[in-house]
Nanobody
Framework: QLQLVESGGDLVQPGGSLRLTCAGS????????VGWFRQAPRKEREALLC???????YNRDSIPGRFTIDRDNAKNLVYLQMNSLKPEDTGVYYC?????????????????WGQGTLVTVSL
């Protein structure tokens, strides 16, 4: 049974960068598509990006080019690189896995979730 653990969340100043890590255990992440999601305070969880088993990347049109996704199958990890962070990027960031990224990249599609890591962008 695949389990996911996110890490890398921190307090960062506007304009800074963070790289979040999603670590898989109990199964190989290479057999799954992995997505990154964000839940800002008092807002619904939203999908950011997803990387398929073949390395194909998917993102919602509203997601800025400041965010990129990558995977290291040898280490059983998936990363979310975030640059030029803004206060509105503040929230809990989750990774989730499923067989593929789904047709619409929606958080409701994914079945396996991590516990989340908090990112705070503030002076």
């Amino acid at each position: 049974q695949l389990q996911l653990v996110e890490s890398g969340g921190d307090l960062v100043q506007p304009g800074g960068s963070l790289r979040l890590t999603c670590a898989g255990s109990g199964s190989l992440l290479k057999h799954y598509a992995v997505g990154w999601f964000r839940q800002a305070p008092r807002k619904e969880r939203e999908a950011l990006l997803c990387i398929g088993r073949d390395g194909s990347e998917y993102n919602r049109d509203s997601i800025p080019g400041r965010f990129t996704i990558d995977r290291d199958n040898a280490k059983n990890l998936v990363y979310l690189q975030m640059n030029s962070l803004k206060p509105e990027d503040t929230g809990v960031y989750y990774c989730a896995a499923d067989s593929d990224c789904g047709d619409t990249l929606s958080y409701t599609y994914f079945k396996i979730w991590g516990q989340g890591t908090l990112v705070t962008v503030s002076l």
